[in-house]
Nanobody
């Protein structure tokens, strides 16, 4: 599976942005998909994940409902809708795929990673 995240950019605080992650391969629909982010000088952290059929989602506690993950298996794409963005959301955002059915916040759970897309939130 090859993943490509896109949709990042510069946005003002309080604004919204939607990231997309396009996947290659006919088995996309069987993968759990995750989003992570890494800010400058910080470790990569879990943002959220979604099971293969979209039935279950799992989010990092710090998001407090601001972000939503969805997927369209017909388009081999997973999305991250980000609302009420804050300057501390500035980071490179990565999508990842796991050939396992459960959600997980652990990076080691995921088998494939995209190249990342930069999100910058200005104050």
């Amino acid at each position: 599976v090859q993943l490509q995240a896109y949709g990042g950019g510069l946005v003002q605080a309080g604004g919204s942005l939607r990231l997309s992650c396009a996947a290659s391969g006919r088995t996309f629909g069987s993968y759990t998909m995750g989003w992570f982010r890494q800010a400058p000088g910080k470790e990569r952290e879990f943002v959220g994940s979604i099971t293969w059929n979209g039935g279950y989602t799992y989010y990092a506690d710090f998001l407090k409902g601001r972000f939503t993950i969805s997927r369209d298996n017909a388009k081999n794409t997973v999305y991250l809708q980000m609302n009420s963005l804050k300057p501390e959301d500035t980071a490179v955002y990565y999508c990842a795929a796991a050939s396992k059915e459960r959600n997980s916040r652990s990076p080691s759970w995921y088998d494939y990673w995209g190249q990342g897309t930069l999100v910058t939130v200005s104050s």
